[in-house]
Nanobody
């Protein structure tokens, strides 16, 4: 059974930084597409960033490009999201997700097979 556990959320002032981590257990995730999504109150879950398995390819939502960096350590089965220049509109619950088959639609929640429980990020103005 695959489990994803996020950590690193918290309260930060606008302009600050946070680093989220996601630890995967149960299987090696080297070939998986790993993604970060977020969901603010009253809004749909939205794509933040993805790291494609067996490659160094990464993708970002336009809203976070240049401010967030996704990275993975396949040896440790961990995924990270370094967030800088945070804005109040980045406030949301952030979820780590795993797509075992590596489907092309990395930017939607649909292909992802496993999800973490989420970690709250709050950015104050």
């Amino acid at each position: 059974q695959v489990q994803l556990v996020e950590s690193g959320g918290g309260l930060v002032q606008a302009g600050g930084s946070l680093r989220l981590s996601c630890a995967a257990s149960g299987r090696t995730f080297t070939g998986w597409t790993m993604g970060w999504f977020r969901q603010a109150p009253g809004k749909e879950r939205e794509f933040v960033a993805a790291s494609i398995g067996w490659s160094t390819t990464t993708y970002y939502a336009d809203s976070v490009k240049g401010r967030f960096t996704i990275s993975r350590d396949n040896a440790k089965n961990t995924l990270s999201l370094q967030m800088s220049s945070l804005k109040p509109e980045d406030t949301a619950v952030y979820y780590c997700a795993a797509d075992v088959a590596g489907e092309p639609a990395y930017y939607t929640p649909r292909p992802y097979d496993y999800w973490g429980q989420g970690t709250q990020v709050t950015v104050s103005s």
